[in-house]
């Protein structure tokens, strides 16, 4: 039963991560792209938890930390470019 909506949410995760794989490809500015990107980064993390869940691995609930950590030091570094190209 577990494994069933363990899987529902890994699919369901992965089609909206297809959504804003498409946003971030189209996105008119820069800011639309930077958010579809963090999106999918904090997507690409439930799925490693859920992959946790489903393989019974605690050890990749350390893997998603710290690719949550990664995607948003990114997210964070990508905003202060931004901020100082257009003070430029």
Same mark, same amino acid.
């Given at each position: ?8 949410? &890994?699919?369901? *995760? *992965?089609?909206?991560? %297809? @959504? $804003? +794989? ?13 958010? #579809?990107? /963090?999106?999918?980064? $904090? !997507? @690409?993390?439930? &799925?490693?938890?859920?992959?946790? @869940?489903? *393989?019974?691995? $605690?050890?990749?609930? /350390?893997?998603? *930390? ?5 995607? %948003? +030091? $990114?997210?964070?570094?990508?905003? =202060?470019? +931004?901020?100082? #190209? !257009?003070? =430029?």
């Amino acid at each position: 039963m577990i494994l069933t909506i363990v899987y529902g949410c &890994i699919v369901v *995760l *992965l089609l909206t991560a %297809f @959504v $804003s +794989l498409y946003r971030a490809y189209k996105g008119p500015t820069t800011a639309d792209r930077v958010v #579809a990107i /963090n999106v999918i980064s $904090s !997507k @690409v993390t439930a &799925i490693i938890v859920l992959v946790a @869940v489903w *393989l019974n691995q $605690s050890s990749y609930i /350390n893997v998603a *930390l710290v690719y949550a950590m990664i995607g %948003f +030091l $990114s997210t964070i570094g990508v905003a =202060k470019y +931004l901020l100082e #190209a !257009k003070l =430029k």
